[in-house]
């Protein structure tokens, strides 16, 4: 499976932006799709994930209300909507993916990694 992310840049505090991430290969192996970032000397951690029926949602406690991930099946794609930005979601925002049926926040539970996207939101 094949990951790419789309949509990064730079924002002011307060702003939006749009994550976009498309599947290609071997997508029929994919069931739940996952957003992790890193900010520059931190380790890698969980935003958000979706399950397959994309009715089963998961939020890192930090985003929640901020954030919406949602996916598209037909596309193979994953999203991420970040509105209320603040300078702590500065990071490269990573897309993954996992065969696991139920959302996981674990990043050993992912086995596709996207190649990631700048996201810097300035004050």
């Known amino acids: 499976v094949q990951l790419v992310e789309s949509g990064g840049g730079l924002v002011q505090a307060g702003g939006s932006l749009r994550l976009s991430c498309a599947a290609s290969?071997?997508?029929?192996?994919?069931?739940?799709l996952g957003w992790f970032r890193q900010a520059p000397g931190k380790e890698r951690e969980f935003v958000a994930a979706?399950?397959?029926?994309?009715?089963?949602?998961d939020y890192a406690d930090s985003v929640k209300g901020r954030f919406t991930i949602s996916r598209d099946i037909a596309r193979n794609a994953v999203y991420l909507q970040m509105n209320s930005l603040k300078p702590e979601d500065t990071a490269v925002y990573y897309c993954?993916?996992?065969?696991?049926?139920?959302?996981?926040?674990?990043?050993?539970?992912?086995?596709?990694w996207g190649q990631g996207t700048q996201v810097t939101v300035s004050s």
């Open positions: 290969g071997r997508t029929f192996g994919i069931n739940t």
């Open positions: 993954a993916a996992t065969a696991m049926l139920r959302t996981s926040t674990r990043l050993a539970d992912f086995d596709s």
């Open positions: 979706i399950g397959w029926s994309a009715t089963s949602t």
